[in-house]
């Protein structure tokens, strides 16, 4: 129960950089928190305190092995994290190009 | 050999193929991707032919049986998506030709477009939980750089809002997906959908409900999480906001919300009549939030974006329903709402591309000038607005009969009263571009490619509602009855293969 409270905990601090910070790079990092967050909740879940790496051999029967699908689900997140990552500082440079500045109060040519 | 997955595997490697063809010819590029999107068409035809003799079609990746394997789940209501999914991408394509002609580096135009029609069709057909989630992210994130296309401070800032919004959604779906696999221990949906039934609807199970459409409220952008919308949908090119408006933020959003809560969670109106009351209560805070705010727009595309947000609140409003005429009212509306709204989009385009501005103080005059987009735009809009014979009355219609038959009066009267604010919004268009006297400097025709794509649509618009009872025998009715049967879902995919652990 500890792991949930902990990583939802680390979402909610990602959450908190993204909806208060006025400055894209720390918007964008705290994006990079949430998908840590995720990422190591994955990662946690498969987790089996003393259990062997899911490799069925003759000598170890199948029993008390780590999960492996959530270690092959957290390779794909990262995967695609590191796509939005690289989209957005993409984007986030190009806007600076533009109105020479990251502070998204001044940002605003958009109505409404 | 199956064809379920040559959907998303058409597109994907089409997509591949682009930036190798580009260097050859622009012109190659545009027929490649014209061609490809008509043999989507084709083959999305073909599948409702197969879906007409079995009710379900399960195609296991690398044949690995469920659950152990990621599975293609391909039903009446996959099959219905499939087509409009590829009905809108073959008039944006074809649309394309012209109005993309001044943007440097037109491969990687249509490289993202063939992205975000295989991450759509992967959505539409995917039986996987994880794999739903990676189909999402590829249609999210090749929808962000679209909407960037033009490079323009306004678009990028457009983009940069709607990917915050989009991700914030995105990783929540993530969360939530790891909380389901915490508990089930499975992402197959099919498998899910039989623990759920076996554990019963605890409140961990509520909570994670409320996660996911929270998730997908961001992606169809239903009010209050509309925000970016009327910004990103008008900033894209046209035909890509053609493509967002009339099918995308359906397929991320609506599509995914109703298999996940009909099929999976198992709810219905009679278990979950709180639920269902929450979806109507989106789906008119949504009509009537958007349309309020539609009327002070002066911007052609702005204005049509806050109606895209209005009119998706009446396919929740039909889903919230829940009965038989409800569903199938919601899944007809999504039809009407993609071929009227893509309509309206691409005359937006051709407006754009041969006046240069948007703004509706400055347009006048065109309808003599421009009169067959003046005349696909009139078909667009009266279908929107729900006149006989076109198709958006009986999805109107629908919804109305479904909410009269579950005994919602008030209902029905609200949700034709709120007509009247899409009358009133999309008349402002026809009266300031349209109607209003006046002379802009030697405006031509639009291009003939364009008039193509607005007049197939506009003939669309036509069939469908003359046909109405011939789609809702073979695509409507058993799309609603793929929803409303439930978690009986996991029995059709599981089908004779019965595996112990």
């Known amino acids: 129960m500890t792991i949930f409270v902990f990583c939802i905990a680390l979402f909610l601090i990602g959450l908190y950089a993204i909806v208060t910070k006025r400055n894209l790079i720390k918007i964008i990092i705290g994006f990079a928190l949430i998908e840590y967050s995720v990422n190591l909740l994955f990662a946690l879940i498969g987790f089996r305190r003393g259990a062997l790496a899911p490799i069925i051999t003759k000598v170890h029967s199948a029993h008390n092995f780590v999960d492996p699908i959530p270690q092959a689900l957290v390779l794909t997140a990262i995967v695609i994290a590191l796509g939005t990552t690289a989209v957005m500082l993409a984007i986030a440079l190009r806007i600076y190009e533009r109105y020479k500045t990251f502070d998204i109060a001044k940002i605003k040519k958009l109505k409404g | ?16 193929a682009i930036p190798l063809l580009g260097k050859i010819s622009k012109t190659l590029v545009w027929i490649v991707a014209t061609v490809v999107s008509f043999v989507l068409f084709i083959l999305a035809l073909y599948g409702i032919a197969l879906t007409q003799e079995t009710s379900m079609i399960v195609y296991r990746m690398g044949n690995w049986p469920p659950p152990l394997g990621i599975v ?8 219905f998506m499939v087509l409009v999914i590829s009905i809108i991408v073959f008039s944006g394509c074809f649309f394309s030709l012209r109005y993309i002609g001044h943007f440097t580096g037109q491969w990687k135009f249509y490289t993202l477009y063939m992205l975000i029609t295989a991450g759509m069709m992967g959505i539409a057909i995917t039986g996987d939980l994880f794999n739903m989630f990676v189909f999402l992210e590829i249609a999210a994130i090749s929808s962000y750089c679209l909407v960037a296309f033009g490079v323009d401070a306004e678009e990028l800032e457009a983009s ?3 990917m915050v919004m ?23 949906l099919a498998d ?11 409140p961990f199970f509520w909570t994670i409900l409320g996660m996911l459409l929270f998730a997908f409220s961001i992606k169809a952008a239903l009010v209050p999480f509309h925000t970016w919308l009327p910004d990103a949908h008008p900033a894209a090119p046209a035909p890509v906001s053609s493509l967002l408006s009339g099918i995308f933020i359906k397929v991320l959003g609506i599509y995914t919300t109703a298999r996940i809560v009909f099929n999976i969670f198992g709810l219905n109106r009679a278990n979950a009549p709180v639920f269902f009351n929450i979806l109507i209560g989106i789906g008119l805070l949504s009509i009537a939030w958007a349309g ?44 009407a ?9 691409l005359t937006s385009g051709s407006v754009v591309h041969r006046t240069g501005t948007r703004d509706l103080d400055k347009l006048a005059g065109l309808g003599e000038a421009m009169s067959t987009t003046a005349w696909s735009y009139r078909f667009g809009a009266l279908s929107l607005i729900g006149l006989p014979p076109l198709v958006g009355f009986f999805a109107k219609l629908f919804i109305v009969l479904g909410a009269i038959k579950a005994g919602l009066l008030w209902l029905a009267i609200i949700a034709i009263g709120l007509s009247v604010l899409t009358l009133s919004y999309l008349l402002k268009i026809e009266n300031s571009v349209f109607m209003k006297k006046g ?30 009872q011939t789609l809702m025998d073979f695509l409507i009715g058993p799309a609603a009855n793929a929803l409303l049967r439930g978690v009986e879902y996991a029995q059709l995919v599981f089908g004779s293969f019965s595996l112990n652990f």
Do not use: C, W
């Open chain 2, 72 to 79: 293609m789940a391909f039903d009446s209501f996959s099959a």
């Open chain 2, 292 to 335: 309020l705010s539609a009327l002070n727009q002066k911007d052609y595309k702005r204005l049509l974006g806050y109606s895209t947000v209005s009119q998706i609140g009446y396919i929740m409003v039909g889903f919230g329903i829940g009965n038989y005429y409800g569903v199938a009212g919601a899944i007809f509306y999504i039809l």
């Open chain 2, 439 to 468: 002379k802009m400097a030697d405006i031509k025709k639009a291009p003939f490619s364009m008039r193509i794509a607005m007049v197939f649509l506009v003939i669309l618009v036509l069939l469908t509602g003359l046909g109405f």
């Open chain 2, 160 to 162: 940069f809002k709607y």
């Open chain 2, 337 to 345: 709402h993609a071929l009227g709204k893509g309509l309206l989009f």
């Open chain 2, 1 to 16: 050999m199956s064809i379920i997955p040559l959907y998303f595997a058409i597109p994907l490697i089409t997509a591949f």
């Open chain 2, 192 to 202: 899910i959908s039989n623990t759920i039934s076996s554990i019963g609807m605890t």
């Open chain 2, 166 to 188: 989009g991700e914030i959604g995105g990783l929540t779906f993530l969360l939530a997906i790891a909380l389901l696999y915490a508990k089930t221990s499975t992402l197959n």
